[in-house]
């Protein structure tokens, strides 16, 4: 099996006017440099035109509500995320063992899921976390699994090495029963051997 | 570890006085008789009213709205599966191997999530699945890994399987990619067989 490297990055845009997409990665960085300094609630629509220097109709115009920023910049961020896991340097990207590259994928999707936790609630409706997201993840990780050799329905395997790196998941373990960040790492470390072994291994 | 028999169940109602008992599990019956029949849209408050003959006000004075009355019958049928899980008859109660009773739990639980699928998205944020339900299915999880001998991290390892069996999970692989319903439970049972198998097992 080789790697998915055709599958289209999410939030491919259409095509625009090199000025037209120049102004929106403008407003996009404007927004995340706000977001990194001041945090998610003072991104607001005025404070990301003022610091593009622009008016805040543009704003409104390209992103229609504080929402629609929110869900581009997600977008952004993920289509960033996948070219690192497609093309980027290993172990994330080509070039190391299956199994690293396997344990880099998960720490780094883990990584990204909260650090975008903030920005996936503002975003409300619009941010919903997308199929196709998920399809690219699932996608992924089935094929490690195949690189490893592992046996077994392999859709349904990459389902459960994924499962447990969703956020409402990540949140009961971290915020709500308060397990250090490292060890739920480690948890998943330990599931992901686990699922890896071959199962006929002689006793 | 003895099983966690002394947790409340979920939705233990304050001490009401008998009569408002009846009159609120006669609601509850009727309730649950008119989604069986006809499906939760037609769950209106008028028809639960005609159905327990009852005035209309009644059933909003009890639930006080719609979503109200969604997330009371959801809290209904969680603690009565929980009762079931906790003294029920084998295999999902006790009296069964700890595997044969990990198995039950699976598929019991995925079969629940379902069930219930139409009434969490009717209860909107009444009905937002609760802490306390997970944290329940989490303990009998790591319960029952604890009496299969399985060494790690078993709160993260129940975390793991619990994850899969997530609405948002499971609606990804039935409704999205048209996994048959027997497969899940296939993969479910595979990966329970992956998680429980002794890591240090000589080669």
Redesign the interface.
Known sequence: MSEPRLLPLLGDPPPERRDAARNREALLVAAQSLIDECGVEHMTMEAVAARAGVGKGTVFRRFESREGLMAALLNHSESAWQAAVMSGPPPLGPGAEPMERLLAFGRSRLESTLRHHELVRAAGRAGSRS?AV?SFTAMHVRYLLGELGVE??L???A??LL??L?L??LE??LS??K?PLD??V???V??V???V?T?D???
């Open positions: 199929y998920w077994g329905d859709p349904l395997l389902t459960a499962a447990p969703e409402p998941i009961q373990q709500v029963e397990f060890r739920v480690d948890g998943w330990d599931l051997h686990r699922v072994r199962p291994q002689p006793a």
